[in-house]
């Protein structure tokens, strides 16, 4: 016998555009905040130039999540799940990631570090909703993907900012601009992937199920996020095979300017085919699972029942 306060409980969200208001509120103010900076030669607002770039959009996506999310999810707990979630993300991806050596699959093992550790937040967030429907595990683990986005771009920020010749406010903000775009084919997607075939698997259920198809997913959001992150590499090696320029022509790591131009449309290209990919891994999942019945409040746990598609 289950007691009143142990019966989950639906959550009311209703929409009113949030999300596309402080998206643009916060776009003004950060213009407003550059301009102050730059007349008044104040560096005590170079910190509101990077959270305001840093956290705007994943913070948005926190917003249009909260708008289209159902069951016993609350507010709070997306709040909740973006900024702890994203500390520790970034944190446990740290500290995994601190004894890794550079070579040929660095990029990769990154991949699967972190998206390991945003895949257990999911798990964690995700236990006691319901119901378990993979709209529902997209919208979660987009949340989740987004606090991770803020909290990294707002370190790449930082870095850029500082220089042995000072703050490099230009720097800064290319940075901010640029992973701002970014932010929502990058962390966000690859994690609502996720979340959609985990949450997928369960659908019927109130439980999650252990089954291959997260398995799977996880293999191939980490893959897509190592060709991402190896984008820039893949690019320059290209654009010399392309151009017929010697790799010795390259200095202390400077791509001569012949190559520059065919390096950077090779870059654009690369990210633009692994963000059609993701998307389109994540319309399918969600297109495979619509329709099918949410599951009912059981209790909590991993369901080890046999079914279609389970490990054996």
Do not use: C
Request: glycine share 12%; charged share 10%.
């Amino acid at each position: 016998m289950s007691l009143p306060w142990d019966t989950p409980v639906a959550h009311p969200h209703h929409r009113h555009g949030w999300w596309w208001k402080t998206l643009l509120v916060g776009f003004v103010l950060w213009v407003v905040t550059i301009i102050v900076t730059v007349s008044t030669q104040n560096t005590n607002l170079v910190p509101t130039i990077i959270l305001l770039g840093s956290f705007l959009v994943p913070f948005t996506v926190v917003l249009f999540v909260i708008e289209r999310v159902t069951g016993t999810v609350s507010t709070m707990q997306l709040v909740t799940a973006f900024f702890v979630g994203g500390i520790l993300g970034v944190l446990g991806a740290s500290l995994l990631e601190a004894d890794l050596e550079q070579g040929v699959g660095l990029y990769l093992v990154v991949g699967f570090v972190e998206e390991f550790v945003k895949g257990v937040l999911l798990v964690v967030v995700g236990w006691r909703v319901r119901p378990k429907t993979a709209r529902q595990g997209a919208l979660l683990g987009a949340t989740i993907g987004a606090g991770f986005a803020a909290f990294e771009s707002a370190g790449y920020a930082f870095n850029a900012a500082i220089t042995a010749r000072g703050i490099d406010l230009a720097s800064l903000l290319q940075t901010e601009v640029v992973r701002a775009v970014l932010a929502p084919v990058g962390h966000v997607l690859w994690t609502a992937i996720l979340g959609a075939v985990l949450f997928g698997a369960a659908t019927g259920r109130a439980r999650f199920r252990w089954s291959w198809p997260p398995i799977v997913a996880y293999v191939v959001v980490s893959v897509l996020h190592g060709l991402w992150d190896a984008n820039g590499t893949i690019a320059t090696v290209i654009a010399f095979v392309v151009s017929g320029v010697p790799f010795s022509a390259a200095q202390y790591g400077m791509v001569p300017a012949a190559v520059g131009g065919i390096v950077t449309t090779v870059y654009v290209i690369g990210l633009a085919i692994v963000s059609l990919i993701g998307v389109a891994v994540l319309v399918g999942v969600l297109r495979h699972h619509r329709g099918r019945t949410p599951a009912e409040p059981a209790p909590d746990g991993w369901d080890t029942t046999p079914g279609p598609g389970h490990l054996r």
